[in-house]
């Protein structure tokens, strides 16, 4: 019997291509002392991109790099980190490229080994590393296709029948929804040009319970599972009458207790198109208790990767 575990496999396309003198070679039955030549290659992912990273160290990149898997299985037993500096640059980039003959697996499963009959229908194999915690698994796969590991129910789900509430003592159940407001979304400000507001699941699901469960004739009702106030909405392609809230126009929304007190209206920011978005000071958010922040401390302001790190220029440490 013939078992993978875990078995992330990536199949790399097999393409043809000219090699370079700079590119580095790869086989399944490779050895990563090899200096990854056509004639000795490497023989896992992790050596070839520690020699590409080699090469950095010493110098830029002078012409683009190929990583040649031929055709093969390689076993993936630890992760491997690829990080920006691995990507190269616009004009020597760094690419990994599976050649032929046969596919390229990179394999992260593991074999196991051991199996033995329980009864007309089990299999059971022992696995140490499992029973004393130090693995875990959440697929297997015998002979390529995916089983089923033992579980309760064999088929479908476990379904909760009532839920508890009350002390030890003095319990009692309700068999509807659960007693809790799900979400809160309050005090945010609200800036689109497309998509739709609260499209998905935004229901409200009454729900009854009781306040204390010695007293079974002190139950109350909800009828709200989420809460929305104090937000600020603004599309600029849309009118207020022409806004949906969950498929309703903004008085509906607002009759089943949702925004009472937000608003819908121009947040007056400085200059939206060009990504300030600070707060003029007749901004109506103001109103609703927003206070201004410095926005030139918050998100990105550069750009990322190799490239931008190369035009982004240090500042100066000698002051």
């Known amino acids: 019997m013939k078992t993978n575990l875990i078995r992330l496999a990536v199949f790399l396309p097999a393409l043809a291509a000219t ?3 700079a590119d580095i070679h790869l086989a399944s039955d490779g050895n990563d002392a090899n200096p990854g030549t056509a004639e000795r ?6 050596r070839a991109r520690d020699v590409i990273r080699e090469r950095q160290r010493r110098g830029p990149l002078g012409e683009a790099v190929t990583v040649r898997l031929r055709g093969g299985t390689y076993p993936i037993t630890r992760e491997v980190r690829f990080g920006p ?12 490229l599976g050649v032929g003959p046969g596919a390229v697996v990179l394999d992260g499963g593991r074999r196991i080994t051991g199996w033995r009959r329980h009864d007309d229908k089990l299999w059971v194999a ?7 915690g130090h693995w875990r698994f959440r697929q297997l796969f015998v002979d390529g296709q995916p089983r089923v590991r033992a579980r309760t129910p064999n088929e479908g789900y476990l379904r909760v029948a009532a839920c508890p509430e009350g002390t030890p003592k003095t319990v009692n159940y309700h068999k509807d929804y659960e007693p809790h407001k799900s979400v809160f979304f309050e005090n945010n400000l609200v800036y689109w040009r497309e998509g739709k507001l609260f499209s998905k699941n935004w229901r409200d699901a009454a729900y009854e319970f009781y306040l204390h469960p010695k007293n079974k004739q002190g139950t109350v009702t909800l009828t709200s599972t989420f809460e929305c106030d104090w937000n600020l909405y603004f599309n600029p392609g849309l009118k207020l009458e022409d806004a949906r809230f969950d498929g309703g126009t903004w008085e509906e929304w607002r009759k089943r207790g949702k925004d009472t007190h937000s608003r819908y209206a121009d947040p007056r920011f ?4 060009r990504g300030d978005f600070t707060l003029q000071p007749d901004s109506p958010a103001l109103a609703l208790g927003f206070r201004p922040i410095d926005l030139s401390r918050v ?5 990322t990767g190799p ?8 500042p100066d440490q000698s002051r």
Request: charged fraction near 20%; avoid cysteine; charge should be negative.
């Open 19 to 21: 090699a370079g003198a």
């Open 307 to 314: 490239q931008g790190a190369a035009a982004t220029k240090a």
């Open 299 to 303: 998100g990105p302001r550069v750009a």
């Open 270 to 273: 400085v200059n939206p198109e």
């Open 126 to 132: 022992r696995l140490p590393e499992v029973a004393a």
């Open 41 to 46: 290659p490497l023989a896992t992912l992790e």
């Open 85 to 96: 500096e691995d990507s190269g640059t616009a004009r020597f980039p760094i690419t990994y």
